[in-house]
């Protein structure tokens, strides 16, 4: 049996005095990818959050590599990349300054040259320089993305509905990213309303429904 990278344990979760999901249980060994179904307001977000230990769950708990993520802290928020349904960019900052101060916030460190290699990976080369605020919205979710490509050490990836406000180019460019993380050991957790993510056939993909 393989051993888990990610473990959520009797997790409970209580959002406005309503219960959204219960006693759920579930091992993610490394090299796969979860991806999390259900309705609007099943709790898929909220279940990430707690994944990333921005959440405390109502009851339960996250392991990572065997521990309690609320016992790693830092440690364990230096292995992995979180990225909301909202991009989370400052408006009067550059695509470039964007990359930078994510990358310190979440403890690593980035050159302007890297920052623009990932920006030019998710086809926003020539825009490094402008302001975000005069990005389209799916120029903005690439903006967003391009932290993958920064961050691809990061062995735990989760992503609230990243395919939202991409073209066809950069879903399917976003839907390789998935794919090779996953194929080179790292745990994708993921919210999707598409179907299909265009993986190959046969990926490993887990799915778990709320």
């Known amino acids: 049996m393989l ?10 979760c209580v959002r406005s005095g ?14 796969r990818l979860l991806r999390v179904t259900g309705a ?3 709790g898929k977000t909220s279940l990430l959050r707690m994944v990333c230990g921005l ?22 928020h230096r292995q992995l990349i979180y990225l909301g349904h909202a991009a989370a960019l400052k408006d009067d900052l550059t695509a470039t300054e964007n990359l930078l101060t994510a990358a310190r916030l979440a403890g690593g460190s980035a050159t302007e040259a890297e920052a623009a290699a ?4 998710t086809g926003l080369r020539g825009l490094e320089r402008t302001p975000v605020r005069a990005l389209s919205q799916g120029q903005r979710r690439r903006v967003a993305l391009a932290r993958l490509v ?17 073209d066809a180019t950069a879903a399917a460019w976003l839907a390789g990213r998935v794919d090779a993380h996953v194929a080179s050991g790292g745990v994708v957790l993921l919210t999707s309303h598409q179907g299909d993510l265009a993986l190959p056939p046969g990926a ?5 429904a709320l």
Request: charged share 25%; glycine share 8%; net charge negative.
């Open 3 to 12: 051993t888990p990278a990610l473990e959520l344990r009797e997790l409970g």
């Open 18 to 31: 309503r219960a959204l999901f219960s006693e759920l249980n579930l091992s993610v060994p490394a090299g």
């Open 40 to 42: 609007n307001g099943a």
């Open 55 to 76: 959440l405390s769950p109502a009851r339960g708990e996250v392991l990572w590599r065997g521990t309690r993520i609320k016992t790693l802290r830092e440690e364990f």
């Open 118 to 121: 990932a920006l030019s990976a």
């Open 150 to 166: 920064l961050g691809s050490k990061a062995p735990l990836w989760v992503l609230d509905e990243p395919f939202n406000a991409l």
């Open 204 to 208: 490993p993909q887990l799915e778990l």
